[in-house]
């Protein structure tokens, strides 16, 4: 079982930057990919960022594609989304998400454990 828990979200200005952080507790954390995903206000859940076990490997969503980067630091049990250049389309409650298995994933079906959300707001 993995437990996840978001924080670092806020009101930002467009151009500014944020980053937000997911505490995972759970002795597999280390194993699987973890993902980020965010939902705006009647919107489907989006695919935002997502990196491997090892952190050798990472895979954005084009509308972040060198604005945002994921990182982990497996000895704390923690993921990173650095979101750079915000835009005011990029407000959305944003969800770390962590899988069971290994391999990537684009879609929020194939992750098992998710954080409750933390808000971010970029304003125009």
């Known amino acids: 079982q993995v437990q996840l828990v978001e924080s670092g979200g806020g009101l930002v200005q467009a151009g500014g930057s944020v980053r937000l952080s997911c505490a995972a507790s759970?002795?597999?954390?280390?194993?699987?990919?973890m993902g980020w995903f965010r939902q705006a206000p009647g919107k489907e859940r989006e695919f935002v960022a997502a990196?491997?076990?090892?952190?050798?490997?990472?895979y954005y969503a084009d509308s972040v594609k060198g604005r945002f980067t994921i990182s982990r630091d497996n000895a704390k049990n923690t993921v990173y989304l650095q979101m750079n250049t915000l835009k005011p389309e990029d407000t959305a409650v944003y969800h770390c998400?962590?899988?069971?298995?290994?391999?990537?994933?684009?879609?929020?079906?194939?992750?098992?454990?998710w954080g409750q959300g933390t808000q971010v707001t970029v304003s125009s």
């Open positions: 998400a962590a899988r069971n298995t290994l391999g990537f994933a684009v879609v929020h079906t194939a992750y098992a454990y």
């Open positions: 759970g002795r597999t954390f280390r194993r699987y990919p």
């Open positions: 990196i491997t076990w090892g952190a050798g490997s990472t």
